[in-house]
C-alpha cells in the first residue's frame, strides 16, 4: 500500500514540474534561449559602395539597426533558426536575405542593394573607374535616377532626359526633346538593341498637342544618350543617339509593386522562372485616368485624353553558353474632344496604336567571342476623325528587322566588334483639310510605299592603360533612294596627367529622307543628308567624389530637306500664303557649335547629382534663296541642375531646375512695341525674316520628397511634388490666327504649367 501512495505522489509531483515548466518556462529553465549574432556590410549592388542609412531588420523579431557611415551593422541576440532579413533604403529596392542562425554562433554577410527598381542580385558589379569605351559626350540616366526625375503627375522616363547636360526642351506637355539644335526625327533611339520609332503616347497631326513616353519607368535598367560623335552600331541618323534598356525580372524570388498617382495607376510583376531560377520574367502594365479626374474637376470640360500600355520581358538561359530574351511593349492613346466649338478641320476623335516585339538569341561561343541575333518588328497606326466623323489623318508603318552583332575580344588590349542587320520597311499615308479661306476638303497626302535596307558595321577598339583608340565604319544601302554610303567615325581617349583625361571623336553620320519626302504628293528626289561631328572632352576629378567634364563640339550639316513656301510670310508688304502644290528640296546647309560644362557628383550616400550649363548656337542656310536663319531648335543658353539627397532609410528629397534662352519661334513673325500703351506692351505681326522672334526665355523649378513605411514583408512609399514652385508663366509656340488685312497675329503663344502640387503612392510586396 505504502509502495503505491509513493509511485502516485511521484507521478503527481512530475507532472506538476511539466505544467510549471510549459507555463514559466523563462523561471524552470537554467538555461538560457540559443541565440547568435548576425553582422556585415549593406554595398551598391552597381559598383560595391558601402552605403549608410540602411535598415536592416529580423522579420518576426523587435530586432532592427541601420548601418554606420562604412554600411557596417551589427544584430545581437538573433533567435537561433532560418532567419529572414528584411534590408530597406528610401530609393532602393527592399530586399530579402535568408540566413541559417546558430547557437553562438557569428553570421557575417554583405548585402548588395540595387537603386531604383532594379532586382537583387548575390553579386556586385564592380565598376572599373575610367570608361574607355565612353563617346566624348556621353550621358547615363540610371535607374535609381529616373525614379526621381520622371515626375509623380507624369510617371514619364523620357522626362528625366529633359534634365541632362546639353538636351534643351521649352514644352511642358511634350515628352519630346531637342540636342545641339536637332529635333527627334534626326535622333536615333533604340529599344533593346533595336533601333525603334520613337515610343512616346501622342496624337499624331495635332500640332498643338502633347505627348508622354510608352514605356513604364519601373522596367527600365538606364537611359543611354550620346549627344555626338558616337559608334553608329545602328546608325542612319544625323543626330544624337538615345537607348532604352529593359532591365530582367528577379531571379531570387516573385515580387511586385502597385504605383498610383493622380494621372495613372500601374502594377509591375517579376519573378524567377521555374523551380531552378535559370531565368525569369517581368510584366508591367499601366493605365492612365487623366481624362476622367479632369471631368471631375470641372464637369464642362469634355477634353479626355488617354492612354495604356504594358511591357513584357522574359529570359531564359538555356545553357551556359546560350541565352534567350523575349522583349515585347504595346500601347493605346485616344483623344476624345466633345466641344462644340471645334473647327471642322480640327481632330474629335484620335487614336494611335504602337507596338515593338524583339527576341534576341546571346551565344558565348568562346571566352573570347559572343554572338548576339535578334528578329524584331515594330507597327504604328494612327487615324483621325473630325466632329462630322471625316476622317483626317490616317497613317500605317511596319518594320520587320533581322540582326547579328559580335564582339571578340583579340586581347586584352585589342578587341573587335561588327554587325550586320535586314530590314524591311513599309508606310502609308492619307491627309486632307480645307482649303485655305474656303470650307472644301482637298487631299493633302496620299501614297503607300515600302523598302529594304541592308547595314553592316565594323570597329576595333585599341587600349593601352587608361588610352584607348576606336576607328569604325558603317556601310548602308536602301531601295527607297538606291543609294549605298559609307560612314567612318573614331573614338579616342589620352590621359593627360595622372588624374585628367582628354577624350575626342568624330565622324561622318547620314540619314535617307522619309518616306514621305520622297514618294508622297510632295515628295522628290531627295539627296543623302549629311553631318559632320567633331567633339572634343577634358575630364577630372574635383574632390569628394566630384568630377567634372568640358566639352566642346563642332557639327556641320549639308542637303537638309526643306518644304519652301509651307508658312505665312510677308514679301513686298503683302501676306504671302502656304503653297501646298511645292516640293520637297535639299536645301539647308548649316553648322551647330557649341561648349558644355558639367559638375557631377554620382555616389549612393549624401548628395548626389549634377550642375550643367551649355553654350551653343546652330543655324542654316538655304542654298536656293540665300536666306539664313536660326534653326527651329537653336537654343543659346541652356542650365540644367539635379540634386538628390537621401536623409535617413526612409526620406529623401530631390529638386530639379531648367532654364534655358528658348528656341525660335517658327515662321516669319516680329514683334512690335506699343509706345501708346500704359504699360510696355508688345504685338505680334507677320514678317520678312523668319526665325527672328523667340519664345520668352523658361525655366521651371521642381521638389520632390519621398518617404516610405515599412510593415511585416511589404513596403509603402509616398511621394509627394511640387511642379513649377515659384509660378514661373513659361509659354510655348502655337499656331497663331493672322488678321489678313494688319498682318497681326494672335494666339502665336499657349500658357503651359502652373503650379502643380501632386502626390503618388508605391507598394512594394
Known amino acids: 500500500m505504502a509502495h503505491h501512495v509513493q509511485n502516485g505522489a511521484a507521478v503527481r509531483l512530475r507532472a506538476s514540474a511539466?505544467?510549471?515548466?510549459?507555463?514559466?518556462?523563462?523561471?524552470?529553465?537554467?538555461?538560457?534561449?540559443?541565440?547568435?549574432?548576425?553582422?556585415?556590410?549593406?554595398?551598391?549592388?552597381?559598383?560595391?559602395?558601402?552605403?549608410?542609412?540602411?535598415?536592416?531588420?529580423?522579420?518576426?523579431?523587435?530586432?532592427?539597426?541601420?548601418?554606420?557611415?562604412?554600411?557596417?551593422?551589427?544584430?545581437?541576440?538573433?533567435?537561433?533558426?532560418?532567419?529572414?532579413?528584411?534590408?530597406?533604403?528610401?530609393?532602393?529596392?527592399?530586399?530579402?536575405?535568408?540566413?541559417?542562425?546558430?547557437?553562438?554562433?557569428?553570421?557575417?554577410?554583405?548585402?548588395?542593394?540595387?537603386?531604383?527598381?532594379?532586382?537583387?542580385?548575390?553579386?556586385v558589379n564592380v565598376s572599373g573607374g575610367d570608361d574607355v569605351a565612353a563617346a566624348p559626350s556621353q550621358q547615363v540616366l540610371r535607374?535609381?535616377?529616373?525614379?526621381?526625375?520622371?515626375?509623380?503627375?507624369?510617371?514619364?522616363?523620357?522626362?528625366?532626359?529633359?534634365?541632362?547636360?546639353?538636351?534643351?526642351?521649352?514644352?511642358?506637355?511634350?515628352?519630346?526633346?531637342?540636342?545641339?539644335?536637332?529635333?527627334?526625327?534626326?535622333?536615333?533611339?533604340?529599344?533593346?538593341?533595336?533601333?525603334?520609332?520613337?515610343?512616346?503616347?501622342?496624337?499624331?497631326?495635332?500640332?498643338?498637342?502633347?505627348?508622354?513616353?510608352?514605356?513604364?519607368?519601373d522596367v527600365l535598367n538606364e537611359i543611354g544618350l550620346a549627344a555626338g560623335s558616337y559608334a553608329q552600331r545602328h546608325g542612319d541618323r544625323t543626330g544624337a543617339e538615345l537607348d532604352f534598356l529593359m532591365r530582367e525580372g528577379s531571379r531570387d524570388r516573385m515580387?511586385?509593386?502597385?504605383?498610383?498617382?493622380?494621372?495613372?495607376?500601374?502594377?509591375?510583376?517579376?519573378?524567377?522562372?521555374?523551380?531552378?531560377?535559370?531565368?525569369?520574367?517581368?510584366?508591367?502594365?499601366?493605365?492612365?485616368?487623366?481624362?476622367?479626374?479632369?471631368?471631375?474637376?470641372?464637369?464642362?470640360?469634355?477634353?479626355?485624353?488617354?492612354?495604356?500600355?504594358?511591357?513584357?520581358?522574359?529570359?531564359?538561359?538555356?545553357?551556359?553558353?546560350?541565352?534567350?530574351?523575349?522583349?515585347?511593349?504595346?500601347?493605346?492613346?485616344?483623344?476624345?474632344?466633345?466641344?462644340?466649338?471645334?473647327?471642322?478641320?480640327?481632330?474629335k476623335d484620335g487614336l494611335n496604336d504602337i507596338g515593338v516585339a524583339v527576341v534576341t538569341w546571346r551565344h558565348l561561343v568562346s571566352p573570347r567571342l559572343i554572338l548576339t541575333q535578334r528578329i524584331a518588328a515594330d507597327g504604328n497606326r494612327f487615324r483621325n476623325l473630325n466632329r462630322d466623323g471625316l476622317e483626317l489623318h490616317r497613317a500605317r508603318s511596319s518594320n520587320l528587322i533581322y540582326r547579328a552583332d559580335w564582339t571578340y575580344a583579340r586581347s586584352a588590349r585589342v578587341t573587335l566588334e561588327g554587325g550586320g542587320e535586314f530590314r524591311r520597311s513599309s508606310e502609308s499615308r492619307f491627309e486632307q483639310g480645307q482649303e485655305l479661306l474656303r470650307p472644301e476638303f482637298v487631299l493633302r497626302e496620299n501614297f503607300s510605299a515600302s523598302a529594304f535596307a541592308a547595314s553592316s558595321y565594323v570597329l576595333a577598339r585599341v587600349a593601352h592603360g587608361r588610352a584607348s583608340v576606336a576607328p569604325g565604319v558603317r556601310v548602308d544601302h536602301l531601295t527607297l533612294t538606291g543609294r549605298t554610303s559609307a560612314s567612318p567615325w573614331f573614338e579616342s581617349r589620352w590621359p593627360l596627367t595622372a588624374s585628367l583625361a582628354l577624350r575626342a571623336g568624330g565622324g561622318v553620320y547620314r540619314q535617307e529622307p522619309e518616306f514621305a519626302e520622297v514618294k508622297g504628293m510632295r515628295g522628290s528626289d531627295l539627296d543623302l543628308m549629311r553631318s559632320y561631328h567633331l567633339d572634343v572632352s577634358v575630364e577630372g576629378p574635383i574632390r569628394n567624389a566630384f568630377t567634372w567634364q568640358i566639352t566642346a563640339y563642332n557639327r556641320e550639316d549639308r542637303a537638309y530637306p526643306w518644304l519652301p513656301g509651307a508658312e505665312f510670310r510677308v514679301s513686298d508688304g503683302r501676306i504671302v500664303l502656304p503653297s501646298f502644290t511645292t516640293r520637297y528640296e535639299s536645301s539647308l546647309d548649316g553648322h551647330s557649335r557649341g561648349v558644355?560644362?558639367?559638375?557631377?557628383?554620382?555616389?549612393?550616400?549624401?548628395?548626389?547629382?549634377?550642375?550643367?550649363?551649355?553654350?551653343?548656337?546652330?543655324?542654316?542656310?538655304?542654298?536656293?534663296?540665300?536666306?539664313?536663319?536660326?534653326?527651329?531648335?537653336?537654343?543659346?543658353?541652356?542650365?540644367?541642375?539635379?540634386?538628390?539627397?537621401?536623409?535617413?532609410?526612409?526620406?529623401?528629397?530631390?529638386?530639379?531646375?531648367?532654364?534655358?534662352?528658348?528656341?525660335?519661334?517658327?515662321?516669319?513673325?516680329?514683334?512690335?512695341?506699343?509706345?501708346?500703351?500704359?504699360?510696355?506692351?508688345?504685338?505680334?505681326?507677320?514678317?520678312?525674316?523668319?526665325?527672328?522672334?523667340?519664345?520668352?526665355?523658361?525655366?521651371?523649378?521642381?521638389?520632390?520628397?519621398?518617404?516610405?513605411?515599412?510593415?511585416?514583408?511589404?513596403?509603402?512609399?509616398?511621394?509627394?511634388?511640387?511642379?513649377?514652385?515659384?509660378?514661373?508663366?513659361?509659354?510655348?509656340?502655337?499656331?497663331?490666327?493672322?488678321?489678313?488685312?494688319?498682318?497681326?497675329?494672335?494666339?502665336?503663344?499657349?500658357?503651359?504649367?502652373?503650379?502643380?502640387?501632386?502626390?503618388?503612392?508605391?507598394?512594394?510586396?
Not at 521555374?274 to 469634355?302: C, F, H, M
Open 18 to 123: 511539466v505544467l510549471f515548466c510549459v507555463l514559466f518556462p523563462a523561471l524552470a529553465s537554467p538555461v538560457s534561449a540559443q541565440t547568435g549574432t548576425i553582422s556585415g556590410t549593406v554595398v551598391d549592388a552597381r559598383d560595391g559602395t558601402p552605403l549608410e542609412k540602411v535598415s536592416v531588420r529580423v522579420h518576426d523579431t523587435s530586432l532592427a539597426t541601420i548601418t554606420a557611415g562604412d554600411g557596417r551593422f551589427q544584430l545581437d541576440g538573433v533567435p537561433a533558426g532560418r532567419r529572414e532579413l528584411y534590408v530597406s533604403s528610401v530609393d532602393f529596392i527592399l530586399v530579402r536575405r535568408v540566413v541559417e542562425v546558430t547557437d553562438g554562433g557569428d553570421i557575417v554577410i554583405t548585402i548588395p542593394i540595387t537603386a531604383g527598381s532594379g532586382t537583387y542580385s548575390e553579386t
Open 143 to 217: 535607374s535609381n535616377e529616373l525614379q526621381q526625375l520622371r515626375g509623380v503627375i507624369t510617371n514619364d522616363p523620357m522626362r528625366a532626359i529633359h534634365v541632362l547636360p546639353g538636351v534643351a526642351t521649352g514644352d511642358d506637355l511634350r515628352s519630346e526633346f531637342t540636342v545641339r539644335g536637332l529635333p527627334v526625327r534626326n535622333t536615333n533611339f533604340t529599344f533593346e538593341g533595336i533601333a525603334t520609332p520613337l515610343l512616346v503616347h501622342t496624337v499624331q497631326g495635332v500640332q498643338d498637342g502633347g505627348s508622354i513616353a510608352m514605356i513604364n519607368g
Open 255 to 347: 515580387r511586385g509593386q502597385a504605383r498610383l498617382s493622380v494621372t495613372d495607376a500601374a502594377m509591375v510583376m517579376e519573378g524567377p522562372l521555374g523551380s531552378s531560377k535559370q531565368g525569369s520574367w517581368l510584366v508591367s502594365a499601366r493605365k492612365s485616368y487623366l481624362g476622367t479626374v479632369i471631368r471631375r474637376i470641372d464637369p464642362e470640360n469634355t477634353f479626355a485624353f488617354g492612354f495604356h500600355d504594358a511591357q513584357v520581358k522574359v529570359v531564359r538561359d538555356v545553357t551556359p553558353a546560350h541565352q534567350l530574351q523575349v522583349a515585347l511593349t504595346l500601347g493605346r492613346s485616344r483623344l476624345d474632344q466633345e466641344l462644340a466649338s471645334l473647327s471642322r478641320d480640327e481632330v
Open 596 to 765: 558644355g560644362v558639367v559638375v557631377q557628383r554620382r555616389s549612393p550616400n549624401g548628395l548626389a547629382g549634377w550642375l550643367a550649363y551649355d553654350v551653343a548656337l546652330t543655324e542654316y542656310r538655304n542654298t536656293n534663296t540665300g536666306e539664313r536663319f536660326p534653326a527651329d531648335y537653336d537654343q543659346r543658353h541652356t542650365l540644367n541642375m539635379y540634386a538628390v539627397y537621401r536623409l535617413s532609410d526612409r526620406t529623401s528629397f530631390s529638386t530639379r531646375f531648367r532654364a534655358g534662352s528658348n528656341f525660335p519661334t517658327p515662321g516669319y513673325y516680329e514683334a512690335r512695341p506699343v509706345t501708346s500703351a500704359a504699360q510696355p506692351l508688345e504685338l505680334y505681326f507677320l514678317s520678312t525674316e523668319r526665325n527672328r522672334l523667340r519664345v520668352p526665355v523658361y525655366n521651371r523649378l521642381d521638389v520632390r520628397a519621398n518617404r516610405t513605411f515599412s510593415w511585416r514583408t511589404a513596403r509603402l512609399t509616398l511621394f509627394a511634388e511640387v511642379l513649377n514652385l515659384y509660378a514661373r508663366e513659361n509659354v510655348r509656340a502655337s499656331q497663331p490666327a493672322i488678321n489678313g488685312i494688319t498682318q497681326q497675329v494672335f494666339g502665336l503663344y499657349d500658357s503651359m504649367f502652373p503650379v502643380i502640387p501632386s502626390a503618388g503612392v508605391s507598394i512594394e510586396f
